[in-house]
């Protein structure tokens, strides 16, 4: 059984930081594709950053120079370093792990960006 845990979500003032992080357990094979989305309410689940297991990243357009993303791949974890927050930057952040003919989805995880 799989089991995908995130942490670190919660409330910040624009112009902070926050640590997303995601870790699968369980017997699972080598991930292919780490990824973070995000769904803000009444909007459709965007993706906000991809790592595969070379290390190549890619980023949604508004998060570019303010987002990392990076991965552990002993650990099968996953982190978001979110900077210079924004409001627009609230939603729901769910991790994403693709390997061979799996598809894995953490729980979300609240972000609220606000003064």
């Known amino acids: 059984q799989v089991q995908v845990v995130e942490s670190g979500g919660g409330l910040v003032q624009p112009g902070g930081s926050l640590r997303l992080s995601c870790a699968a357990s369980?017997?699972?094979?080598?991930?292919?594709?780490m990824a973070w989305y995000r769904q803000a309410p009444g909007n459709q689940r965007e993706l906000v950053a991809s790592i595969t297991s070379g290390g190549l990243t890619h980023y949604e357009d508004s998060v570019k120079g303010r987002f990392a993303i990076a991965r552990d791949n002993a650990k099968n974890t996953v982190y978001l370093q979110m900077n210079s927050l924004k409001p627009e930057d609230t939603a729901v952040y769910y991790c994403?792990?693709?390997?061979?003919?799996?598809?894995?989805w953490g729980q979300g995880t609240q972000v609220t960006v606000s003064s």
């Open positions: 994403n792990f693709v390997g061979v003919g799996v598809l894995y």
């Open positions: 369980g017997t699972i094979p080598s991930m292919i594709i």
